[in-house]
């Protein structure tokens, strides 16, 4: 079994070598990471300057440009043979609801599966970053579960969001649906020390809605949750209706 693995925080990312120590256990592990945080860039690509790629001493491959950069390079140049899964993550962060669209996590696992790959995302839904060396059993417990299926469905990826609880004091699994989520206050307006006016993206509360399998619930409840995401856009109960609009006649 060939394993990649990457992230969107940088390849000195906890949870990245949290994430690759528990994939170790299921075969060969390959690290091409970011060269730094690269969180929110989504499914970027860099196509105006030329990608580096550089061997860390421990053999993985840092890369100057974003997750999804990683996974085309991996793929395409780095490694010698075609992965059988792609691991990203394990986020510093969680990635719930409409976040998955700006995630860079879960769009290094959205390249995988457009190249036909099996990928699967994790992040972590807690604030203390450094409690993830704890979460390296519960990780390989579900790669354990997950790599012994045989229908692992096409064109599709499957996002899981710890919760934010002691490792230990982990309920379960939950397969679940996107909710959605609220901000409040994200977006700032000052000035700088010279007067200047700046806006800052960010910070602010964050409310959540959604239905009972939604994924906060679950992990508001201590559950892992599970959402397998496809990467078709389409509205499809709506087709028909917008083709009755007769906007071509
Ligand atoms: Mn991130």
Redesign the pocket.
């Known amino acids: 079994m060939r394993i990649l693995c990457t ?3 940088g390849y000195l ?1 906890l ?1 990245l070598n949290v994430l690759a120590r528990a994939a170790s256990g299921f075969g060969q592990v390959t690290v091409v990471g970011p060269d730094r ?4 860039t989504s499914h970027a690509l860099t196509l105006h300057h030329p990608l580096r790629a550089r061997r860390a001493p421990d053999g993985s491959w840092i890369v100057d440009g974003t997750p999804t950069d990683c996974v085309i390079l991996a793929i395409g140049e780095l490694l010698e043979d075609k992965p059988d899964i792609v691991l990203s993550g394990i ?3 969680p ?1 719930m609801g409409e976040d998955v669209l700006y ?3 879960v769009a290094a696992a959205m390249e995988a599966t457009v190249l036909g790959i099996p990928a699967v995302a994790f ?1 972590y839904t807690g604030e203390h970053y450094e409690e993830l060396e704890g979460w390296q059993p519960v990780i390989a417990g579900l790669l354990e579960r997950i790599l012994a299926r045989d229908d692992f469905p096409a064109d599709t990826l499957l996002s899981v969001n710890l919760p934010n609880v002691a490792p230990d004091q982990v309920k379960g699994v939950r397969v679940t649906k996107l909710g959605r989520r609220r901000y409040k206050d994200s977006l700032t307006r000052a000035q700088d020390p010279s007067g200047k006016e700046y806006f800052w993206i960010g910070g602010g509360t964050t409310n959540w809605t959604g239905p009972e399998d939604s994924d906060f619930r679950a992990v508001k409840e201590g559950y892992v949750s599970l959402t397998p995401l496809h990467l078709d856009l389409t509205n499809f109960p709506l087709l028909d209706q917008i083709r009755g609009w007769g906007l071509g006649s």
Request: proline letters at 0%.
């Open positions: 992230n969107d925080d990312a949870g945080e690269q969180s929110a986020n510093h962060g990635n995630s860079g996590t992040s």
